[in-house]
């Protein structure tokens, strides 16, 4: 099993829909969760970052963690044309001397 | 504000020769990685510095051998190409290790003939 699984899409959405990414995990340990949005031919940009469980909004993203499930999700509300990219989710335990584990992204397209 | 800079943006090998990819940072970042991307398998870490002066081995650094020169800078060397290291590689640079998030870089796109 691997440590973060991401369903890699492709998602194709019409503009104005709500859109939701997720990824499960199997290491208890992870704490610190982020999404990375990626343009084609672009590097990774991080999106939103969470602390542990709950909720974080930022406009039209918001980012949930449930550690008890082992599962995390973005939604994207009133999806745009621009919002069509790769995206990442990424977690770590946050002990010194680790690197960020990321899922494989999905690959979203919303049309106008 | 250039952020984490990588040198070349486009390569192209012939089996068996050598290159140095370059990154560099100038956010005074601790912790630097160096990572590939390929269709269907995502970013796979090669190599990490968590601190100037260290590094250590990722998901796949068999073919990849790496330099911490400064605290800036972070190099990735293939000292003898193969096909299978076409990939896109990114360097990617964070301040409280991982947990702060990475800022990476633009990638650079490598093909090995």
């Known amino acids: 099993q691997k440590e973060v699984e991401q369903d890699p899409g492709p998602l194709s959405v019409p503009e104005g829909a709500i859109v939701s990414l997720n990824c499960t995990y199997s290491?208890?340990?992870?704490?610190?969760f982020m999404w990375y949005r990626q343009y084609s031919r672009k590097g990774p940009e991080l999106l939103m970052y969470?602390?542990?469980?709950g909720n974080k909004e930022d406009g039209r993203f918001t980012a949930q963690v449930d550690k008890s499930s082992k599962y995390i999700s973005l939604f994207i509300r009133d999806s745009q044309p621009s919002d069509s990219a790769t995206y990442l989710c990424a977690m770590i335990d946050g002990q010194a001397g680790t690197a960020l584990i990321f899922g494989k992204g999905t690959t979203l397209s919303v049309s106008s | 504000n250039a952020g984490v800079t990588q040198t070349p943006k486009f390569q192209v090998l012939k089996t068996g020769q050598s290159m140095t990819l370059q990154c560099a940072q100038d956010m005074n970042h601790n912790s630097m990685y160096w990572y590939r991307q390929d269709p269907g398998m995502g970013l796979r870490l090669i190599y990490y510095s968590a601190s100037e002066g260290t590094t250590d081995k990722g998901e796949v650094p068999n073919g990849y051998n790496v330099s911490r020169l400064n605290k800036r800078e972070f190099s990735l060397r293939l000292e003898s190409a193969a096909p299978s290291q076409t990939s896109v590689y990114f360097c990617?640079?964070?301040?409280?290790?991982?947990?702060?998030?990475?800022?990476f870089g633009s990638g650079t796109r490598l093909t090995v003939v």
């Open positions: 969470t602390y542990s469980s």
């Open positions: 290491n208890s340990a992870f704490q610190y």
């Open positions: 990617a640079s964070s301040h409280l290790g991982g947990a702060g998030g990475y800022t």
